[in-house]
């Protein structure tokens, strides 16, 4: 029997390579970068994060430049460390500026709260190849200088700058007195004695193509401010011009959420747009886009949008038209895709422009991750959501390398890199870290074939503890590859109709809703952190089990705050025994490491792998097959092992399997082992020249190739459960279930 199946047509294409070359630690020896350690408002106000953080990564000239602050607490001192990345093995370099974070609107310095910190107060740096010089600015957040913060006033703004020639100097050089100006101070409060420079926020300082600097920040505060640029040309810092005036009357008062960047002589600004008021949605709002050719902008710039007409600066409310005829907004995610009377999107949108003209934006409305893009020769914006879209909640990075674009996530503690063709929807992993050290925070840039990843160290949560965290930076090489499994092209590209074999239906012969456990109560029939059910779906509310509802889940409702250590069990009945395929379907928001124990009359599956669906409410299935249940009574027991990690909407067994390990395993005659395995399995066949598939839990291929020696190295992977897929040229097969432990 046949099925018209609808399929999109794949042609053969590049692929992004991602390799670390290169992992160093840039703090000292028993020595991290500043982290708030604690609880909000009383350790930090609005995050955690200070380091690494915003503008806070330059490469130029085979350097790296960062800056940070030294944690912990006490400490506070912004640090700049330079290594020379053209030569092997070469050390970081650090100097220790006297100048301390100053905490929540100055609290450090006048000793109302001495251990509040405020994580808007980024450092940028940027040098100038005009002259060599290093720029940062620093530890801001809207401040002035008047009598209510008298303490502030000589750090409302901060700015230091290096003598010239100073950026390139031999290690040993490289030391503080290098930014000692003729009064012997490393420090001011503005660019040019000729503008005001309170209530700044978010710096970000940007090389032009002349080697000149742009700086660009907020002026005002959230959802009542203006973003201002100046220019440093080699002499003096230029006086302001206003890119954005959000300083206006009610309704209308606004901000810009996103930046600015210089990408093939060009100078493009993408973002969203927060009102004072929110109006039809929470927080932020939009995708809007802008260039200009110049690449050496200045206030008489000419600016264009998406459609290459033009607009003069500054421009106000962008929802408006920005000349006559002239509009630079791209969509508005929340209409398309909120699912609340006031959708919500809290985060900037990452974005990227390739070489040949694609644009495309990521972000996140109601929990939901969406993606628009153009290609080159496209006129109009396509979107989708969830999938393997990248997740901004993890402020991801994006980039274009040739005729691919790609993000960087941090995903379960390490470096991941999605990568998705220009103008395209087809997301796919390319790399993802496998050492030992998990991170907490990064900043990303890339530098001709070359991605730089700064990073700090997973640590304690505990007030007092862990506000000092090593920070790290790898170094990749990027380069493109044919590639021979490529993702599957989403809507609405061109769609073929081809003819494909009907695939028989499963046979459900068990059907068990997550939230009808058994009875029994705590510690026999579920085990539940808390004593309440706080999922408000009304369900079962005399148990603990948190169970909410969910209008795409089956039934109506799904199990949620599935925590560490919890677990749920369920027993039922079969009519014959046998072997099924078990399939639990779940979701999964953000974490690629999501694992279950799951346990089935016995038969102790540890670490399965929950796959990723992007959303709570979206679900897809996992599947054990070829289990055996028992004739009568049969019992499954979930145990989750990472908090917070999954969403279980039902459980089911089915008499069909997907991969049947009987097929021709007899005739093969192929045995793997040792198995469970560290990653390295022994082949033994008398089979030849065969090639080898692996899949994952779902089905989903992981690693291809031929088996050379008798023998197949997976140790690059994650721990689980696995199945090997062994073919040779005259189509004799095999399946088996391997354990990577």
């Not at 927080?283 to 459609?307: C, H, I, K, M, R």
């Not at 990075?397 to 005729?403: C, G, L, N, V």
């Not at 949620?560 to 999964?588: C, H």
Request: charged share 20%; glycine share 8%; net charge negative.
């Amino acid at each position: 029997m046949f099925a018209f199946l609808a399929v999109h047509a794949i042609k053969a294409q590049n692929v992004l390579a991602v390799e670390l070359d290169n992992a160093t630690q840039v703090s000292g020896e028993g020595e991290g970068g500043l982290y708030f350690a604690g609880n909000r408002n009383q350790q930090f106000r609005f995050s955690q994060r200070i380091t690494p953080h915003g503008d806070c990564l330059d490469i130029v000239n085979g350097y790296a430049f960062v800056t940070w602050y030294k944690g912990g607490v006490e400490f506070r001192n912004l640090m700049l460390s330079r290594k020379n990345l053209n030569e092997p093995n070469s050390e970081w370099v650090t100097i220790e500026f006297p100048h301390k974070h100053v905490g929540i609107r100055g609290e450090f310095l006048n000793g109302t709260n001495p251990a509040r910190g405020d994580s808007h107060n980024t450092a940028a740096i940027g040098i100038s190849t005009i002259d060599n010089t290093i720029h940062i600015i620093y530890d801001m957040h809207s401040y002035s200088r008047n009598t209510s913060a008298p303490f502030l006033e000589t750090s409302f703004f901060n700015y230091t700058v290096s003598m010239a020639n100073a950026a390139f100097v031999p290690d040993e050089e490289f030391t503080i007195d290098k930014f000692l100006n003729a009064d012997t101070q490393y420090k001011q409060n503005m660019l040019n004695n000729r503008e005001n420079y309170e209530r700044m926020t978010y710096p970000f300082l940007m090389r032009a193509t002349d080697g000149s600097l742009i700086v660009r920040y907020r002026q005002g505060g959230s959802g009542n401010g203006d973003i201002l640029f100046a220019r440093y040309d080699g002499t003096e810092w230029s006086d302001h011009w206003t890119f954005h005036d959000g300083t206006l009357s009610e309704p209308n008062t606004q901000s810009l959420y996103g930046g600015e960047r210089f990408i093939n002589g060009k100078f493009y600004a993408c973002f969203s747009i927060r009102f004072n008021v929110f109006r039809n949605y929470f927080a932020n709002s939009g995708f809007y886009f802008a260039f200009t050719n110049d690449g050496v902008p200045t206030s008489e710039s000419q600016w264009l949008n998406a459609n290459n007409q033009e607009f003069d600066l500054p421009f106000q409310n962008p929802d408006n038209e920005v000349a006559p005829g002239v509009s630079i907004k791209v969509a508005e995610p929340s209409d398309d895709y909120g699912t609340v009377d006031l959708p919500r999107t809290t985060f900037d949108p990452a974005w990227t422009v390739t070489a040949s003209g694609a644009i495309h934006f990521v972000n996140r409305v109601d929990g939901r991750n969406v993606h628009y893009y153009r290609g080159a020769e496209a006129t109009e914006f396509s979107s989708n959501n969830g999938g393997r879209i990248p997740n901004p909640q993890v402020r991801g990075k994006m980039f274009s390398y040739e005729d691919q674009v790609f993000m960087v996530e941090l995903l379960g503690g390490r470096v991941n890199v999605l990568t998705t063709p220009e103008g395209k929807d087809a997301w796919k992993v390319v790399y993802t870290g496998s050492e030992p050290t998990l991170y907490q925070h990064f900043n990303a840039i890339v530098e001709g074939d070359k991605l730089y990843v700064y990073l700090m160290e997973r640590g304690s949560n505990v007030a007092g503890e862990g506000d000092s965290r090593p920070l790290f930076f790898q170094e990749f090489s990027l380069s493109t590859e044919l590639d021979t499994n490529p993702a599957v092209v989403r809507a609405p590209d061109v769609i073929e109709i081809e003819e494909a074999p009907e695939e028989p239906a499963r046979n459900i012969v068990v059907s068990i809703e997550a939230e009808d456990f058994d009875s029994g109560g705590q510690d026999v029939s579920y085990f539940d952190r808390t004593s309440e059910n706080t999922g408000n779906a009304g369900y079962r509310t005399d148990e603990a089990v948190d169970i909410e509802a969910s209008a795409t889940a089956s039934g109506g409702r799904v199990v949620t705050i599935f925590e560490g250590t919890e677990y749920m069990v369920y027993t039922f009945d079969v009519e014959t025994a046998g072997q099924y395929d078990f399939i639990l379907t779940a979701s999964v928001r953000t974490r690629d490491d999501s694992i279950m124990d799951i346990e089935i009359n016995g038969e102790l599956f540890e670490n399965v792998p929950i796959v990723r669906t992007g959303d709570w409410d979206v679900f897809e299935e996992n599947v054990i097959p070829d289990v055996t249940l028992n004739q009568g009574q049969n019992t499954v027991r979930l145990t989750q092992r990472r908090s917070q990690s999954s969403r279980p909407d039902k459980l089911e067994f089915a008499a069909l399997s997907t991969l049947n390990t009987n097929d021709i395993e007899a005739n093969a005659a192929i045995t793997v082992f040792p198995n469970p395995s560290e990653g390295v399995f022994n082949i033994r066949s008398r089979q030849t020249n065969l090639q080898y598939a692996l899949r994952n839990i779902q089905g989903q291929l992981v690693d291809s190739g031929n088996v050379s020696n008798n023998q197949v190295d997976f140790s690059q992977f994650n721990t689980g459960i696995y199945f090997l897929e062994l073919t040779n040229n005259a189509n004799i097969n095999t399946v088996e279930k391997i354990i990577i432990k």
